[in-house]
């Protein structure tokens, strides 16, 4: 026998289990299994309290037994994965440990019966036989027992899907194509999630092929118990398929024009509709931080074209967010003492996305004052151009500098909504410094020194790992080149600065993960003496060789200070182990980093100095916050015993 079925959701059971039939004929399915109980129904269905009958032979009534306390067993639920959801929604199981009377637990496990016999439903098992029992306590110290022993019976599929577009639609796409993207096949379960999200799932996929306004009716399913089988009927006016007209912003628009609107958009007037590019755009309003609430929605404009397609205008919706950020950070780093910085922003002092941003550092071996002005978006999505200046000082164990600086670049970057699989830098520096090299050798002649310097930074990132801040799987290659122009006490000399790094990623079953980096870097074209310090090569501390002080690693004058190189080389790896515990998403490290700075210009693997460590991380959504502590397994005088770090992300 088969019975026609309307398949809709109920709140109370949520979507995995939310089947209603309201039914134009009978379904007849096989009873549910006797029990050791019976349940009294009114006219209309409701389970009646249960009678308490008159004592005999000196014996309690059951409903003046009182309170019980009772325990909850089941079987059969695990095999189909329903037994969270029957945890969630049973009242029996959010109940168990409280008292309740005998009447409350024999309705409690009706009602639960009902609900398998649901959630069965729900996962395309039919006529299943379920069993119950309540056990009372036979010791005054122990709980009254309900079990349920359950068997799913047969499970039915589909056997026929049938795509079906009203008579008077408007509609110039084949039945076909909806029924590609039905997501439901002849021959899989009949399944209640996935039945109940068809509307919204079928909608989503029509917008993503080009269809902005579909109508998508309810679902219809026959059962036909005797075949053991179901038959789809889905109604579908896909509307006019789509292409995209202009795109407008309103509300408030913290000066958004239709011309930076333009830029954000991946589309361009007259391209075909895309629900996937409307939430492209949904998304880059958001990620520029400007707006609390942001919607896009797709507006009819004009009426159809000849070929029976129709223009669609973009209209974002816009709430504002506080434009304005104050931070302050501090702390203490092995090798380098106090810290302490802060910040001000203003996200867009300049509209649209020009950002201010004053930032100041006081720390034992460096104090920094600066403002950058950004504008993000620059004349391409995901393009910033910035204009830097600082003043700055700093006391580091092999050099002292005092230093103006202007900068100005432009760069494409990754950010955490759109991670790119190559990123770009190009940029130009004017330095002003006067700098004194601490070594001894350089003290003995002329240790200080006022250099001018016009460097040309650029930098390429190839990126295929799978997350920003995060990674597990993958590579990264970046290429840094820095012509620089230097004038030295009126001498001039040029000199180019090289880097090259690599990152791998590789998994090791579902929580580990082995991670392995490599960096050389090359000054060509000028000896180390004539170099200023601070732009040599230096080696050591949290994101260099772990274990060490910053600047920790290379060559050295007669009392311990760092001289700084003409070539670098760095190579570390790292077991990444993460897991669940004290309801935190955490993680432990163990890692052994290498590195050397070297006078001449080719790097090489010679001498190197070798650390090695643990360390915790703390997942957020922002990142991993990462504590390390390290020891120098090369280590030689001066060094530290145990060095600490503290920072977010991983150490690459």
């Not at 109940?196 to 079928?202: G, H, K, M, S």
């Not at 330095?431 to 070594?439: F, G």
Request: proline letters at 6%; one cysteine or more; hydrophobic letters at 40%.
């Amino acid at each position: 026998m088969s019975s026609f079925l309307h398949w809709t959701r109920l709140v109370g059971l949520g979507c995995a289990a939310g089947l209603a039939f309201a039914g134009r004929a009978q379904e007849v399915t096989p009873p549910l299994a006797e029990s050791d109980y019976e349940i009294l129904l009114d006219e209309d269905g409701v389970p009646l309290p249960w009678p308490e009958l008159p004592a005999q032979n000196g014996t309690t009534s059951a409903a003046d037994l009182g309170d019980l306390r009772y325990d909850v067993t089941f079987s059969g639920l695990d095999e189909l994965g329903l037994s969270e959801q029957f945890k969630g929604l049973s009242a029996l199981w959010t109940g168990r440990g409280k008292p309740a009377n005998l009447a409350q637990i024999r309705r409690r496990t009706a009602d639960d019966r009902q609900l398998i016999d649901t959630l069965l439903r729900s996962a395309g098992h039919y006529g299943g036989r379920i069993e119950s029992e309540i056990i009372a306590s036979v010791r005054p110290d122990e709980a009254t027992r309900v079990r349920f022993e359950v068997a799913p019976g047969p499970l039915y599929r589909f056997e026929k899907i049938l795509v079906r577009a009203p008579a008077e639609s408007s509609s110039n796409a084949p039945v076909d194509l909806a029924e590609q993207l039905l997501g439901i096949a002849p021959g899989d379960p009949i399944l209640a999630a996935q039945v109940v999200a068809l509307e919204d799932r079928l909608a989503e996929r029509l917008a993503d092929a080009g269809y902005p306004f579909p109508t998508i009716g309810p679902p219809e399913i026959v059962i036909d118990h005797a075949r053991r089988a179901g038959e789809l009927a889905q109604r579908v006016d896909a509307g006019p398929q789509g292409v995209f007209g202009a795109t407008r912003i309103e509300g408030e628009t913290q000066g958004f024009t239709k011309k930076h609107m333009a830029i954000l958009a991946r589309y361009k007037p007259g391209e075909p509709y895309t629900g996937a590019n409307r939430e492209d755009l949904r998304q880059a309003l958001v990620q520029t931080g400007l707006f609390g609430a942001v919607a896009v929605r797709p507006v009819l404009a004009g009426e159809p074209k000849a070929d029976g397609t129709q223009t669609v205008d973009m209209v974002a919706r816009v709430e504002a967010a506080p434009p304005r950020t104050v931070s302050a950070t501090g702390g203490y780093y092995t090798g380098q003492g106090l810290r302490l910085a802060g910040s001000w922003s203003h996200r867009n002092l300049f509209p649209p996305e020009g950002s201010l941003t004053g930032r100041v550092v006081a720390a034992q071996r460096e104090q920094l004052l600066s403002g950058e002005y950004r504008r993000r978006n620059f004349r391409s999505r995901d393009q910033t151009l910035s204009v830097l200046a600082s003043l700055s000082t700093e006391q580091q164990l092999g050099y002292s500098a005092r230093t103006v600086q202007l900068g100005a670049g432009v760069v494409r970057e990754s950010n955490l909504l759109w991670q790119k699989p190559m990123t770009f830098s190009l940029g130009v520096q004017a330095i002003a410094t006067n700098q004194t090299d601490r070594s001894l050798l350089r003290l003995l002649e002329d240790g200080d020194a006022t250099f001018f310097i016009l460097a040309v930074p650029g930098s390429v990132t190839f990126d295929n790992s799978d997350d920003l801040l995060n990674p597990s799987s993958g590579f990264r290659v970046t290429a840094r080149a820095s012509p620089e122009f230097t004038l030295r006490d009126g001498t001039n000399f040029n000199y180019v600065k090289l880097q090259l790094e690599g990152t791998y990623y590789k998994p090791v079953g579902n929580s580990v993960v082995v991670a392995g980096r490599l960096h050389m870097g090359s000054i060509a074209g000028a000896t180390r003496g004539r170099v200023a310090p601070s732009r040599r090569f230096y080696a050591g501390g949290g994101g260099s060789v772990r274990g060490f002080n910053f600047q920790g690693v290379g060559p050295q004058d007669l009392e311990g200070r760092p001289t700084g190189g003409n070539s670098l080389t760095e190579a570390s790896i790292e077991t990444r182990y993460r897991f669940k515990a004290f309801g935190s998403d955490l993680g432990v490290a163990a890692f052994v980093d290498a590195g050397q700075v070297y006078t001449g210009t080719v790097p090489s693997f010679d001498s190197l100095r070798v650390g090695a460590g643990v360390g915790v991380r703390y997942y957020t959504a922002f990142g991993p916050v990462r504590v390390d502590v390290a020891t120098p397994v090369t280590r030689r005088e001066g060094d530290p015993r145990i060095a600490f770090y503290v920072s977010i992300g991983q150490a690459f």
